[in-house]
């Protein structure tokens, strides 16, 4: 409808204070409005925000490396039947050899569980010694605890959060307590740690106490998903905190490089000839990982 329509119809004499205040009213929220909005926009990201919307980035770039081939989808469903499993109380231990997929697996985890956009749930993820505020156990701890006593501010307005410790012994009680109290919010957590096998032991005096912080009983409705070099020297202790709940990923058989590489060129609108098929086949031999495959489409890409 035509503004000026409306504005003709108003009668000058009895509705001119009316039309006064409406377009005050209107002009003081409109202004109101675009200045909260542009306090946001310019307003700098606290350290907690950078940090988690780093490892958000990271994995939103891995997970679309991630190739659902029939291994690596057997893979994902072991680790969806932990994840809806209320009865294991233990984390998850996901372990391969490097390049195995390990970090485009729980990428895509991810993703998968963003995109159900529940309520009910919370996901977090950390990549270890990626430079974002989790190269220690005490960097990584704080990190984690930051961001669930923030999520727990924003469920229950009467909690009153205390200030963190600042040494590795007391964040490694301090992390227990805060996963208890985000249970007992009751909603949903998950928790993806890749790489925890490359956690700097500069902060505690013996490597075999970096994990000690990690609870091998989780609170009901709190889940953990680790993954670690299964030839690491910390394999041992890692997979003694999973209780027998974990999987390993191997490497791909060549059916699966192919069908990486295929799906990945198909989306660029490319394909490779024949030659080409035949030389990379020659390069990866039998058996190969996906971190391989991700390279190899890169050079024919």
Avoid at 194 to 207: C, R
Avoid at 212 to 223: D, F, Y
Avoid at 241 to 257: F, H, M, R, Y
Wanted: contains cysteine; glycine residues 6%.
């Amino acid at each position: 409808e035509d503004p000026t329509q409306i504005l003709n119809s108003v009668d000058s004499e009895g509705d001119d204070g009316y039309l006064q205040n409406f377009l005050d009213v209107f002009c003081t929220e409109m202004v109101a409005s675009l200045e909260k909005a542009a306090d946001i926009k310019e307003r700098d990201p606290t350290p907690l925000e950078a940090d988690v919307a780093a490892h958000v980035a990271i994995a939103m770039t891995h997970q679309d490396y991630y190739y659902p081939s029939q291994y690596s989808t057997l893979i994902q469903e072991s680790v969806l039947r932990y994840l809806d499993d209320k009865s294991i109380t233990s984390p998850f231990y996901v372990h391969g050899p490097i390049g195995s997929g390990k970090t485009f697996l729980i990428s895509h985890l991810l993703k998968e569980i963003l995109d159900l956009k529940t309520d009910d749930s919370v996901a977090i993820i950390r990549f270890v010694g990626s430079g974002h505020s989790t190269s220690t156990g005490i960097e990584l701890m704080s990190s984690l605890c930051e961001q669930m006593i923030s999520i727990i501010g924003t469920i229950d307005a009467t909690y009153e959060p205390r200030e963190l410790p600042h040494t590795f012994e007391d964040m490694a009680h301090t992390f227990p307590k805060i996963l208890k109290l985000f249970a007992e919010r009751r909603k949903n957590l998950i928790i993806f740690l890749d790489g925890l096998d490359t956690l700097s032991s500069k902060d505690v005096s013996e490597p075999a106490l970096l994990f000690s912080w990690l609870p091998t009983i989780l609170p009901r409705g709190v889940k953990i998903v680790y993954t670690g070099d299964s030839k690491a020297g910390s394999h041992a202790a890692l997979a003694s905190l999973s209780q027998g709940n974990d999987v390993k990923i191997d490497k791909w058989g060549w059916a699966d490089v192919e069908g990486f590489i295929d799906s990945k060129l198909e989306k660029r609108g490319r394909k490779i000839t024949l030659d080409q098929r035949d030389y990379v086949q020659k390069c990866v031999g039998d058996f190969s990982t996906p971190l391989t495959a991700q390279l190899i489409m890169h050079e024919v890409a």
